[in-house]
């Protein structure tokens, strides 16, 4: 209102002097308009909920991936570099390589000093404290290791959504932020990685974000897809570690 009143006085004096000043008023409206009248994204409450809950997500993941990839630095019989170095490719492998690709650089795990602070210090707890570390059943390691999967999986699929990538490459994105650090680790090791061998465990990130997207499409809460995508990622590999289910090699 104050800017048609402003436009309308200039006017009286000098009409043909004054196009440039009513474009200028015009373009600062729209902008005042867009500031405080229209919600930006990350700004919507279902969005800003999804974010938080990812990034707490995320860093419990990635404690869970540095405390596997410390322990199996240590049964590789590795040294206390060789430890924090696994510990740090394993925790945080996945998400570098994803970040990478998507060109957000630097990597969210470089730029933000909770990440690596996270790999780095399980891999002293794991060095001091390898003899209780070692009791904890190997049922709880795979079950924390399922949910972990199921946590990047899902975080990295997000993130590549939010850059705009097609469904296909948000998924291949999401297997790679899930699988990605314990691909490093085996290689690492000198072993073949087990994503390549025949548990079901990228096929598991796999399905979870195909779903996520799927529930994405459909028009359900981004919380709740995200929920759905990372539910059954975990299902299907607890599911698969009791049935002994493995993914299918060439005949013959």
């Known amino acids: 209102m104050a800017a048609c009143l402003l436009t309308k006085n200039l006017e009286r004096f000098d009409p043909v002097a004054n196009v440039q000043i009513q474009l200028n008023l015009r373009v600062v409206v729209s902008c005042c308009k867009a500031t405080?009248?229209?919600?930006?994204?990350?700004?919507?409450?279902?969005?800003?909920?999804?974010d938080r809950l990812l990034f707490t997500a995320d860093i419990a993941g990635t404690l869970v991936f540095a405390v596997e990839g410390a322990m199996a630095a240590v049964n590789g019989n590795?040294?206390?570099?060789?430890?924090?170095?696994?510990?740090?490719?394993?925790?945080?492998?996945?998400?570098?390589?994803?970040?990478?690709?998507?060109?957000?650089?630097?990597?969210?795990?470089?730029r933000d000093w909770r990440y690596p602070t996270i790999p780095l210090s399980a891999a002293v707890l794991v060095f001091f404290l390898y003899h209780y570390v070692r009791g904890i059943p190997v049922l709880y390691i795979q079950v924390l290791d399922a949910a972990g999967l199921a946590i990047f999986a899902i975080a990295g699929t997000e993130k590549a959504m939010l850059?705009?990538?097609?469904?296909?490459?948000?998924?291949?994105?999401?297997?790679?932020?899930?699988?990605?650090?314990?691909?490093?680790?085996?290689?690492?090791?000198n072993?073949?990685?087990?994503?390549?061998?025949?548990?079901?465990?990228?096929?598991?990130?796999?399905?979870?974000?195909?779903c996520m997207i799927a529930?994405?499409?459909?028009?359900?809460?981004?919380?709740?897809?995200?929920?759905?995508?990372?539910?059954?990622?975990?299902?299907?590999?607890?599911?698969?570690?009791?049935?002994?289910?493995?993914?299918?090699?060439?005949?013959?």
């Open 163 to 189: 850059h705009k990538m097609n469904p296909l490459v948000a998924v291949l994105l999401g297997t790679i932020t899930g699988v990605g650090g314990g691909t490093i680790r085996d290689v690492l090791l």
């Open 36 to 50: 405080f009248l229209v919600p930006h994204t990350d700004q919507l409450p279902g969005r800003s909920r999804l």
């Open 78 to 110: 590795l040294d206390f570099i060789g430890i924090m170095a696994l510990a740090f490719c394993t925790a945080l492998g996945g998400g570098i390589i994803r970040d990478t690709l998507l060109g957000a650089l630097p990597p969210a795990a470089l």
């Open 215 to 252: 529930a994405t499409r459909m028009r359900v809460p981004a919380i709740w897809a995200a929920s759905l995508g990372g539910v059954i990622c975990f299902l299907l590999r607890v599911v698969s570690l009791w049935q002994h289910w493995s993914v299918p090699r060439a005949l013959g």
């Open 191 to 210: 072993q073949v990685p087990s994503v390549l061998r025949f548990e079901v465990y990228a096929t598991a990130a796999l399905v979870g974000s195909v």
